[in-house]
């Protein structure tokens, strides 16, 4: 079983988010930046791909998620439609293409 953690500060998109992967988890209110560099400091949880999904296009941003060691930085769109398929892409990626450390193996 594949385990993903959404850090998302709209509401909508991750009910959205939620609905596509049939689980997502929701930390209390903090930035992503924050609860990104949470999850890479701690040597249990770094291995954990962390897929950077935000409305910023802005270089500042991307140059930030990926020093904090984001695995990938992904612009939402803002269509509703392109928004769907772009999560299924990410899904279908770190489901199939990607080759993940087993559960057991990853600390």
Known sequence: ????????DDPGDAFLV????SEADNPPAKDGREVLA????DPELRSIPVVVL????????????????????VSKPVDFDQFIRVVRQIDDFFVTVVKLPSTANRF
């Not at 079983?1 to 998302?8: D, H, K």
């Not at 991307?62 to 984001?70: C, E, G, N, P, Q």
């Open 54 to 73: 935000t409305t910023s296009e802005a270089e500042e941003d991307i140059m930030r998620s990926y020093h904090l060691h984001a695995n990938a930085y």
């Open 1 to 8: 079983m594949l385990t993903l953690l959404l850090i998302e």
């Open 18 to 21: 939620e609905e596509l992967l």
């Open 38 to 41: 949470e999850v890479k400091d």
